[in-house]
């Protein structure tokens, strides 16, 4: 059996392997964004929301709130990985106060391009939040 301190240790090592690791892989924009995403969840009653399965597997919803055709509010959810939890949240983040015809427009370029970058294994991520983000908005506009 492990002794505490031990245990404590072996957390530890596991966690800077993990941290060196992204910190190879991930821009440091894409690192803050998943392990603080301050979007994520939902809204109760959102004008709109829409959900989309990625290609990977990943789900993703995003729910608006709209005053004047302005976004007021906006929450995503994900059961993805750090790319996708990145993603999502800066997207939110970059739509608040985006009227719709600002956020239709907006690319996966842009939003890449925010995050400093994807590897090329978790580019869906980005289309992804678009891909959701823009469906949310075409539920809105259906109603």
Not at 21 to 44: C, H, L, M, Q, W
Not at 126 to 140: E, G, M
């Amino acid at each position: 059996m492990i002794e505490q301190s031990n245990f404590e240790k072996l957390i530890k090592d596991i966690q800077k392997k993990i941290d060196k690791d992204e910190e190879a892989t991930y821009s440091k924009k894409v690192i803050y964004e998943y392990r603080n995403p301050t979007f994520f969840g939902n809204i109760k009653n959102p004008d709109a929301s829409a959900t989309i399965k990625g290609s990977c597997g990943d789900t993703m919803r995003i729910d608006i709130k709209i005053k004047n055709y302005i976004i007021s509010d906006i929450r995503f959810w994900t059961d993805g990985c750090g790319p996708s939890v990145a993603s999502g949240n800066m997207l939110s983040k970059m739509m608040i106060g985006k009227s719709l015809k600002q956020a239709k427009n907006f690319t996966k370029k842009q939003l890449l391009d925010s995050l400093d970058g994807l590897p090329k294994e978790n580019l869906h991520c980005s289309k992804l939040a678009i891909d959701t983000l823009h469906l949310s908005i075409n539920n809105y506009l259906k109603k």
